[in-house]
């Protein structure tokens, strides 16, 4: 891929230095920073902040899409059309993607969508009511010619979201035929679209220190701007893709103690499925069985290659040590056993995540040679790649809220 723009920005927001996706989608959105958990309002909650996509909408004339491989009322993507004080909110966020009168989303199911009690009127037939076509299916969505829609993926995974790019098999969608799809049915108009895609469980990866998935997840963000970049190729005089981040997460580095300077990262390929399936389709069934751990040792090298015996210098035989952070993480996970009797080390073990899951990813990670330094976010700066017309002005370095004055000034919005 060539971009012609190749700048960073800084990504704090108003009470943070290592900020939430609410605040810092708010940045890129609308040009003002926020607290953490706010959505396109300001400190006090009260004031809310346009968008630069619905004054595209409303001043230009512009089509809308949003995607994301979460949940289409997650924070990211609700930055772009809603305005709420609480990014918790979820039913309320969804409320807005029905009135915003965007014409195409798709991606991850909506949370909550008869409200945090169960007792709200769903949010799918607000949509319908509100003369969107909600299709669940892929066969409707191949169908799709135009909007207002909303798609939402057939084999939705964890938490209703998209599943990880490593979970994906060829008859489920990618991340990129959603963005085809976008294009299809938002370049029909003649006054011109606005589409922002978000590869979300890349980060969902990164807060579960799975760097396997991580690195599927973005190879699946970058099939789809390829798409983007394809119809650029097209349309040269018209079209702008910008590829950037609204935080890091998770602080993942090349380079870990245990190897010094070596890293070993064709490893990452011996893992054959995500923590989130791991965990649904194996540990909640050695939960009910009581599975020995001779038996998930099994499990473990067949699906991540970390193995007990092996030949001198294979770099995938489990040392005592790590063997017994695996029994550890086991005994915690099954038998509900402590692993260390201090609150806060079992917080850096394993987080707020399954004890034996991510412990069998931090040992591969390793072993690659590469490490985490949080389930968090982190305050690390990230790139703004730019491709097609007035890509060169997103070079440097400068604030995230740029990116949004940046994109205001040569589109003429108010």
């Not at 599927?216 to 005089?237: G, K, N, W």
């Not at 092996?310 to 402590?338: C, F, M, P, W």
């Not at 931090?362 to 730019?386: D, Q, W």
Request: aromatic letters at 10%; proline letters at 2%.
């Amino acid at each position: 891929m060539n971009f012609e723009g190749v700048g960073s920005a800084v990504t704090y927001d108003s009470n943070s230095f290592a900020p939430d996706s609410a605040s810092t989608a708010t940045s890129l959105s609308t040009g003002h920073k926020t607290y953490s958990g706010s959505i396109n309002v300001d400190e006090t909650g009260t004031v809310e902040h346009e968008t630069i996509s619905e004054k595209l909408h409303s001043q230009k004339g512009y089509s809308i899409g949003v995607i994301t491989s979460v949940n289409l009322n997650h924070a990211t993507p609700a930055a772009f059309y809603a305005h709420q004080a609480s990014r918790n909110d979820y039913y309320d966020i969804g409320l807005e993607l029905v009135d915003s009168g965007f014409e195409y989303f798709a991606g991850g199911g909506l949370l909550g969508p008869d409200g945090a009690e169960g007792d709200q009127e769903n949010l799918y037939d607000l949509a319908e009511q509100a003369g969107y076509n909600v299709v669940t299916t892929q066969a409707e969505a191949e169908k799709v010619t135009g909007g207002p829609v909303v798609i939402i993926d057939e084999h939705l995974a964890d938490s209703d979201a998209m599943a990880y790019e490593l979970d994906r098999t060829d008859d489920m969608w990618a991340l990129s035929d959603y963005v085809a799809k976008g294009i299809e049915v938002l370049s029909q108009d003649e006054d011109g679209f606005f589409m922002m895609c978000e590869g979300g469980k890349i980060d969902w990866a990164c807060h579960a220190n799975d760097a396997a998935s991580t690195i599927h997840d973005t190879q699946a963000l970058a099939d789809a701007v390829q798409v983007a970049i394809d119809f650029a190729a097209e349309h040269p005089q018209e079209t702008l893709i910008l590829v950037t981040g609204d935080h890091e997460t998770g602080g993942l580095t090349i380079g870990f103690a245990g190897t010094d300077y070596d890293t070993y990262l064709d490893l990452l390929a011996n893992q054959k499925i995500s923590f989130a399936k791991y965990d649904s389709d194996y540990v909640a069934k050695y939960k009910e069985n009581k599975t020995s751990f001779e038996d998930v040792l099994v499990d473990i090298e067949a699906l991540f290659g970390l193995k007990t015996e092996g030949e001198e210098g294979d770099k995938l035989v489990l040392t005592d040590y790590e063997l017994e952070q695996l029994r550890a993480a086991y005994e915690k996970s099954i038998n509900g056993t402590a692993a260390s009797q201090y609150e806060q080390e079992e917080y850096v073990l394993y987080g707020t995540y399954e004890p034996l899951s991510v412990t069998i990813t931090h040992i591969i990670n390793n072993k690659s040679g590469i490490s985490f330094t949080s389930y968090s976010h982190t305050g690390l700066p990230v790139a703004v790649l730019a491709h097609g017309l007035n890509a060169e002005v997103f070079s440097g370095y400068y604030d995230n809220t740029q990116v949004y004055y940046k994109l205001a000034d040569m589109l003429g919005v108010q």
